[in-house]
T-cell receptor
Framework: EDQVTQSPEALRLQEGESSSLNCSYT??????LFWYRQDPGKGPEFLFT???AGEEKEKERLKATLTKKESFLHITAPKPEDSATYLC?????????????FGTGTRLTIIP | EAQVTQNPRYLITVTGKKLTVTCSQN?????MSWYRQDPGLGLRQIYY???????DKGDVPEGYKVSRKEKRNFPLILESPSPNQTSLYFC???????????FGPGTRLLVL
């Protein structure tokens, strides 16, 4: 069974304090790894897609990286507006149903 | 503006009273999907549709129905809601199966 595990569940950082969020996965036939941001009461907002080990993508203070077993979302010098829940999802093709399997997210709080 | 819309945003109902949650997208996407989000369980796929008149079960389809009569609309139907269907529901769409999914704002459902 495909599994996606995100850690930590929650993370509190001071403004400007850099850190990383982890997404580890056990899947058959990875076809892509997605990062989303979700604000309270809103739908997930797409951030990045990574397809192969070694790939990196950046957007403002966020940088996503991918290995064969996990992905990291690095946040550099975060600001309070970066506070949100960050979701990781993997695209798999197990059993003929290509779909996204989501982790439960990391709730990030940036303290001014 | 490209978007996925859902209605209603909030709904309180009683056990057994049929309800429909509408979903519409204006991006001409072929693939649409419904998810439910519960604390500690992440986003789980209920049903998906590859195109008009083509729908299939996701991971948690019991108690739900869908239809896809037009490309832009993908309503979720609960014929006899039960309290265990109390959840936050999201509709999503993408150009094709497995591609980046764009989410609606969510519908919070409470079944008494």
């Amino acid at each position: 069974e495909d599994q996606v595990t995100q850690s930590p569940e929650a993370l509190r950082l001071q403004e400007g304090e850099s850190s990383s969020l982890n997404c580890s996965y056990t899947v058959s036939g990875l076809r892509g790894l997605f990062w989303y941001r979700q604000d309270p009461g809103k739908g997930p907002e797409f951030l990045f897609t990574l397809y192969s080990a070694g790939e990196e993508k950046e957007k403002e203070r966020l940088k996503a990286t991918l290995t064969k077993k996990e992905s990291f979302l690095h946040i550099t010098a975060p600001k309070p507006e970066d506070s949100a829940t960050y979701l990781c999802a993997v695209r798999t093709a197990g059993g003929g149903n290509e779909k996204l399997t989501f982790g439960t997210g990391t709730r990030l709080t940036i303290i001014p | 503006e490209a978007q996925v819309t859902q209605n209603p945003r909030y709904l309180i109902t009683v056990t057994g009273k049929k309800l429909t949650v509408t979903c519409s997208q204006n991006m001409n996407h072929e693939y649409m999907s419904w998810y439910r989000q519960d604390p500690g369980l992440g986003l789980r796929q209920i049903y998906y549709s590859m195109n008009v008149e083509v729908t299939d079960k996701g991971d948690v389809p019991e108690g739900y129905k869908v239809s896809r009569k037009e490309k832009r609309n993908f309503p979720l139907i609960l014929e006899s809601p039960s309290p265990n269907q109390t959840s936050l529901y999201f509709c999503a769409s993408s150009f094709a199966r497995g591609e980046t999914q764009y989410f609606g704002p969510g519908t919070r459902l409470l079944v008494l």
